[in-house]
């Protein structure tokens, strides 16, 4: 009887609870021995799906209103919320944590807390009672010497507790991180010598009511400004494996770089077709290469080629194990952390241009409607014959005469290609896509690895190019499993939450625009009466939007289209961007929202995203007939898990940017910046800087010329005597103050225009 049976089982009992002994009783035929229901049991509730509430009884933790479980989201100050696994019926949003009961975790870990209370408008506060999984292993800090002890004060300011360091565990075996090529070895020969320095701890004693962790240093990165030291702050800051164990790298040497003919066997020849790759400059792994082309009936023919990977990495094998546990390959600003090794991503895997690659091709034809007619999937084998950049396929295109010379046997095959891009890009946008073309920030860097400055990334039809054809393709392989009734991983997009819907339209009306969803539906509750300080009794009205809200993408398609080119259209598109959920892999098909599609998935990259190459295992089994090649189980866990390991990247590389502008900020303090509030609180309002790309925050209590207050209804902050106001989208010129060198955040002021004379701006 398996983990998920008897886990049924409890939750079709009264309450969804059961104890021990009646579970014997009712469960004895199915299970070969006590032992293994305690064993079962014991895993179920490693895992949080049972809670043993005390000893011998269970409930089940998603049907149960009075436990819950979830990841502690600890706060600076102390406290923390718990963000559950599973909706808790009448609970909004997470679960509040007082500061004497966060003591016993550390943030992200994994706990059981006990809803002390639900209120009416949804708010809950509990306390933990068991840790079921350790976040942090290792913290990364600086390491500190006082009177009564040496310890590490962990660079993550959410984990508050100070590391102790015992007496003889100061000194690691190895006193340098062998990524840093280049670095002068550090001469570490005493405890003394460490202090101010970055270290690594392993913990050996977590904290539990109050008392601190313990652990021993592992690893000495160096000076807090020492060159690259930011980046391997973050790399173990966010738990990213970045060596290579010994046997996966014993693997990816044994491989040849050249094909043998047997490999070639029952794969379609495409070498004798002007196969081309597009990507950055600083690319090293070629995953996709494609190929467009008239068909004599005036279709479009269209093949994407990806990487193999499938071929040389075999479920179960180190490189395998190991990819999975990277789930993606993480890209700083000057170094990437791979998924899979380089004998492998920038080797026989990568699309090289002029020598043979294996791949796995879609084949589609497609109408002047940009609909799918026709479509093949297969084994294959390419020779591409050009590294292209985007940069020079768009200037190609924009009639650069030198590299239309270059390139003369190619210009046919990439005017068509934009001519196919932009009939894909239409037919998306009628079946109501969101297309957001934000500028995104190009961060540049000395040769110190400092930023000297940001640009505007550009994006252009060579950009555009790849998406559509990428996209195609991944939505073709995504409907060919599905249709084939084959159990797979979805990249899906939910619909967006009613409440951040609701926030954005009250916004979006103050600029006189809106999504066009007519009343939004909510619910109103009343708190209890409360005294204000000169004693009057007041009632705060709580407004929650309903789940019963109607909105398609087509709401935000229009709203974009009515914003093109107005000065709102930066700080509209971002709040709409904010209002929509985060896209994750899932085994159950919900669509995907922002891009209207039904079924969507990721297949074309597999060196560097794992579900890709999870898909191109489905698919290579499809076309042999293999039907159930995962259990939907086993493709549940790897979805979740390679959601999360996407977001520990997304957070790595993003944090890392932001520590970049900041120190590149400090050497601008007291200079004069004109930006845009992006949102107001209670404790001010946060401004980007034009240009820059950069934002800080506007504390309310240094605005000047009256007291400020925060008014929520409408999101504003107020002067209580003037009446002035500072509104989400308004333009302001602000002094920067300062910049704090620890959390990395910048702190402006207000600058008011001085009459009769003009300040000076630097940009």
Known sequence: MTDANILEHVARLPHARGTFKQLVRELGPKVASRDELESALDRLIERGQLIEVRSGHFVVTRLSREFAVGRLNMHRDGYGFLIPDHPIEGLKGDVYIPRESAQAAMHGDRVVVRIARIERDGRADGEIVKVLRRAHQTVVGEFRIRKRGNFVAPHDERIRQWIQIPEGMELPSATLSRDRVGVTPLDVKSPEDLDGMVVNVEIIEFPEDGDQAVGRVIEILGRPDDFGVDVEIMIRKHHIPHHFPPEVLEQAQSFSNIIREDELAGRHDYRALDIVTIDGETARDFDDAVWVDRLANGNYALQVHIADVSHYVQPGSPIDEEAFLRGTSVYFPDRAVPMLPLELSTEICSLKPNVDRLVLSVELEIDRRGDILAQRFGRGVIRSVERMTYTDVHALLEGDTALRERYAGLI????????????????????????????????????????????????????????????????????????????????????????????????????????????????????????????????????????????????????????????????????????????????????????????????????????????????????????????????????????????????????????????????????????????????????????????????????????????????KIVGQRTRREFSIGDTVNVLLDRVDPVEHKLQFSLIEPVKGRKKKQRL
């Open 412 to 715: 046919d095959r990439f005017e068509l290609m934009r001519e196919l891009a932009l009939v894909l890009n239409q037919k998306r946008i009628r079946r109501g896509a969101i297309d957001f073309d934000m500028p995104e920030p190009l961060i540049e860097f000395d040769e110190f690895g400092e930023m000297a400055g940001v640009t505007r990334s550009p994006r252009n039809i060579a950009h555009r190019l790849i998406e559509e054809f990428m996209l195609s393709a991944n939505e073709a392989v995504a409907s060919h499993l599905e249709q084939a009734d084959i159990a797979s991983i979805f990249r899906i997009h939910e619909k967006p939450d009613p409440k951040r819907v609701l926030e954005f339209e009250e916004i979006a009306t103050h600029f006189g625009y809106s999504l066009g969803i007519g009343a939004v539906p909510v619910k109103r509750f009343r708190t209890q009466p409360m005294r204000r300080r000169d004693g009057k009794m007041v009632r705060k009205e709580i407004v929650i939007a309903d789940d019963s809200l109607s909105i398609s993408s087509r709401n935000y398609q229009k709203l974009i289209a009515q914003i093109e080119g107005k000065p709102e259209e930066r700080i509209l598109t971002y709040l709409m961007l904010r209002s929509l959920k985060q896209a994750r892999y899932s085994a159950e098909n919900r669509g995907h929202f922002a891009l209207a599609a039904s079924s969507y998935t990721h297949f074309t990259s597999p060196i560097r995203r794992y579900p890709d190459l999870i898909v191109h295992r489905l698919l290579d089994a499809s076309l042999g007939g293999i039907r159930d090649l995962i259990a939907p189980e086993r493709l549940q866990l790897i979805a979740h898990d390679c959601s999360e390991t996407e977001r520990r990247a997304a957070d790595a590389e993003r944090e890392l940017v932001e520590w970049k502008k900041a120190r590149f900020m400090e050497g601008r303090v007291g200079e004069e910046f004109r930006g845009l509030i992006t949102s107001t609180t209670r404790f001010g309002f946060f401004v980007e800087l034009e240009n820059l790309f950069v934002e800080g925050l506007v504390p309310i209590d240094t605005l000047p010329g009256d007291r400020y207050m925060f008014q929520d209804n409408v999101r």
